[in-house]
């Protein structure tokens, strides 16, 4: 145990720190300061090891099997097994330990191995070299041997072994580049500043010689949150405090490039890293199928309970005449017979418990969980989901809820990077009502640099053309983008133009990529930050060279960014770019009216906007400014807030200068994808935070929204002219009254009948909408939306924060239906309604890799979420459900002849099965068949469910897994084990005699029932099984031949290790019969013959829309080899046509063909690649399926 964190805290209290900082101090190469400054308190802090793994040698079987048996079917299993081998019970405690040991060894097999590849990974991360500097000298240690206090030498592309304080770099300005794609996904280089008193130590002995003290933050796994100020001790009494943020801190997992070496001091090691804290397993999700499973379990359990009540209550009914008395063949003892009556019968109960207790199917968890793991692979493997651009494929984070991607109800979606390319464009940009665009043409001609201005009305005279002038120096200067020069970057070449190097810009917000490239095409070219200068080329080719002298850095809480400059000239200057609605409310001056106009005008196409502004500085007003800056940035404690607040009192008082336009475009495939959910019968949400008029317009080019539906405002400009109140109800009113006039259907959204809703909202009225009702008039707002939202085909809620998004998801959760929910972004803003999904999906988009390492699935796109949810969430779930039905099934057949056999054996626990075919009933026989149908079954092709999302819908709300289809199963099973036992019992009723005179005895009647059973369980799978491959025929003839051969080799061998040998020559004798072949053959067909009929009477009356395609899909087949002769190709068509049917040639030119059956009637026809809508699979008119010839 450490008990560093409570000897931190008594040494601090000793020292008489009553008001105790969270925080560390950090002695820079283990040297202390100087005497007199501070009493030296050497604290311990964890080696440099990573530990991701979770288990060790030595405890890996307690941890593993105490985590096992917090299952609660293992809890029970063992107790079971324990019962078995403290009384007296009917059957062997092999038939529940061997199942029981097979469960849990391969469970701890394959979690024991995930964790030997866990610790195989730490090693080589522990063990990997790294440089630190000792005594002026390199020392190279082993990564695992860093303290915190080391200074570490790192070079150029290799990776920090620990997180880091920058002190000094290669470069003379103290600044280095580096990645941090492994921490979250973003490639972009990002620029760290080492500290101003130390960036020019440039030699080990320099650094060595450096006595300084680091006090900041203890550690947490916020990546882009530090808090803390280094003390250097120099010649004076008193240190030198500087401010520490993230912007000097190197993390863990990042890599230095195009940076020859850095200097840097290790304060956070081993576990206690942000990329060690970020390790942390998240909320367990469950999906809605395990749920079903347990509530099955449940029912299953009290059956179970209530078979071991009624036959210890017709036991002891039985055993009440005097004449029947305990079986002599259960050897009882006289002791035993003597005990006390409730004693007895509570023991038979147990023993009665143990009988019955193969109807809990044990082995379908660990079914379950092989089916989950082995199936998720087909999503990585899955070739239509792989993009060439990333390199990349899905990933499966979690398989637990692959079924739940077919359950699908809702659907909420970011819009930058998830709809939208997150590839920004420069559009235009308006100064003052002037509107300039790139390669526009003014008065004939094409300005300098390539570039053109469009005027909207007469030229800017002087004053404008200062202005213009101030607008394109503000863009060149507020931002952080970095200007790469090299010839090669990262192995790659770029910027070269004409076999010279160029150079291009860098940065971590495409938009400011954008923005700056903008204005190089009007005219002003950003050149480089050199020396804490920032430099700029004018259209006059003269390089004007700004000093930067402070950053306000962007932030989603304030929205905007600024810098503060100062020109050649000592001119000082703010300027600031943001939101719209960030800038507007701080501007005093400039024509905001004009520039609010084209910002509305350019949010209605599409378009991305921000406002610039700016604001000249006195000395004295800079003087002030510093002073406000400096003290919240040396603070530890609520420096954010403090920081928060002086930038508030910094940007106040503006001018406006102008707005920018910048174009996302669609992400390819993204309005299909989400027409596609629509028709599957998903309700699509976008959650964003840009303004309404940008996402609304996104949102049409989508089909979010169509042009006929009719959109709801719920925003703050609404409820400003009218209360809360009024316009909920007001909203309630219009989509209700067409609810209450016509019975709407769960998926109208589509339907010409009913006026198609769509919802915008805003973050403010949906905070005023979340916010809890002060008194009983103003209603309930929360029951209202939801009731508005859930008549909506589509909501947009636009200006939101990233918690709102999971309050959003949240309330929908919560609703009284409680839908499953899917998330679905790209951006660390997206995380918590990714985590508060039933399902979250990251985008690998250019926002960062926390989405995607936080999600349970990961898409290179949006686009391949249609295949994810309707093609293999369709599969999973259709799997799986089978799976949980068919073992439930299987179990009741198996079990239900021995509870009807204890009524012919005077209730003497006396067995039906032997204990061979007790054991390896779920484990070997019917295991595999079942195993294989969970991963392979296709009922419909790939191609149909992607052609025709409304077939998603036949799988919605957990069907297959509802209380009708489950009684279903059981009652089905039920009915075969009583054909299984009374068929064998009236058939052979003293009457099957074998070669030799022999009249078939208990062992032989139960193998009987056993092998109809076997092969009736078996055979019912291959009758489901719709999707026949080599492996199937394989696995299913192969379990059955494996039956018989077990048994002949069971009863034909003496086996030594067996006391007694009950099964000898038992099913050979059997199979010597040939009554008992008939038999066989006569109960198999009559214990299938329910199904079959039920199955073919309701798919000829009653067919889903599912079942017509499989109708279809046979039907094309067996006339596949008939071809349509060219010539009818045109006519053809025009039948097509005249069906509202739109025919596509498919990608391959490949020859069309169908076959076709017309309300009973045959023809061919042309065949089209795509199905028809809907309607017209329903009803029976047309079918078709693409083949190549």
Sequence with gaps: MDFSALRNLISRYCTGEENWVDSRTVYIGHREPPPGTEAYIPQRFPDNRIVSSKYTFWNFVPKNLFEQFRRVANFYFLIIFLVQLIIDTPTSPVTSGLPLFFVITVTAIKQGYEDWLRHKADNAVNQCPVHIIQHGKVVRKQS????????????????????????????????????????????????????????????????????????????????????????????????IARPLGSENLLLRGATLKNTEFVYAVAIYTGMESKMALNYQSKSQKRSAVEKSMNAFLVVYLCILISKALINTTLKYVWQSNP???????????????????????????????????????????????????????????????????????ALVNTSDLNEELGQVEYVFTDKTGTLTENNMEFIECCVDGHVYVPHAICNGQILSGSSGIDMIDSSPGPDGKEREELFFRALCLCHTVQVKEEETVDGIKRGIHQGKATSFYISSSPDEVALVEGMKRLGFTYLRLKDNHMEILNREDEVERFELLEVLNFDSVRRRMSVIVRSSSGHLYLFCKGADSSIFPRVISGKVDRVRARVEHNAVEGLRTLCVAYKALSQEEYHNMCQLLDSAKLALQDRDRKLAEAYDLIERDLVLLGATAVEDRLQEKAADTIESLHKAGMKVWVLTGDKMETAAATCYASKLFRRSTQILELTTKRTEEQSLHDVLFELGRTVLRQHDSLTHDTFSGLSSEFQDYGLIIDGATLSAVMKPAQDDSSGNYREIFLEICRNCSAVLCCRMAPLQKAQIVKLIKASKEHPITLAVGDGANDVSMILEAHVGIGIMGKEGRQAARNSDYAIPKFKHLKKMLLVHGHYYYIRIAELVQYFFYKNVCFIFPQFLYQFFCGFSQQPLYDTAYLTLYNISFTSLPILLYSLIEQHISMDILKRDPSLYRDIAKNCLLRWRIFIYWTFLGLFDSMVFFFGAYFLFDNTTFTSNGQIFGNWTFGTLVFTVLVFTVTLKLALDTHYWTWINHFVVWGSLLFYVVFSLLWGGVIWPFLNYQRMYYVFVQMLSSGPAWLGIGLLVIISLLPDVLKKVLCRALWPTSTERIQNAQKLYQSHRSEFTPLPLLNSSRLDFEAHNVNPRRSGHRSKELMYTHWRGSIGYCTFSSTLGPPGIGRMHRLVGLETSV
């Design 144 to 239: 695992r041997k860093l303290r915190v206090g080391d200074v570490v030498l790192v070079k150029e592309d290799e990776t920090f072994p620990s997180d880091l304080i920058l002190l000094s770099t290669s470069r003379d300005d103290g600044t280095c580049f580096v990645t941090t794609a492994s921490l979250d996904g973003e490639s972009s280089h990002k620029t760290y500043y080492a500290v101003q008193d130390t960036k020019s130590f440039n030699t080990e002995k320099e650094v060595d010689m450096l006595r300084a003290t680091i006090e900041c933050e203890q550690p947490q796994p916020d990546l882009y949150k530090f808090v803390g100020r280094i003390n250097i001790y120099q010649d004076r009494d008193e240190p």
């Design 323 to 393: 004449n029947r008395d305990e079986p002599w063949y259960n050897g009882k003892t006289d002791h035993e017979r003597q005990r006390h009556v409730m004693i007895r019968a509570f023991t038979d109960f147990l023993a009665f418990m143990v009988l019955f207790n193969y109807i809990i199917p044990v082995s379908m968890y660990v079914t379950v969980e092989m089916q989950k793991f082995l199936g998720s692979y087909f999503i990585t493997w899955d070739d239509e989901m792989f993009d060439e651009e990333l390199g990349e494929g």
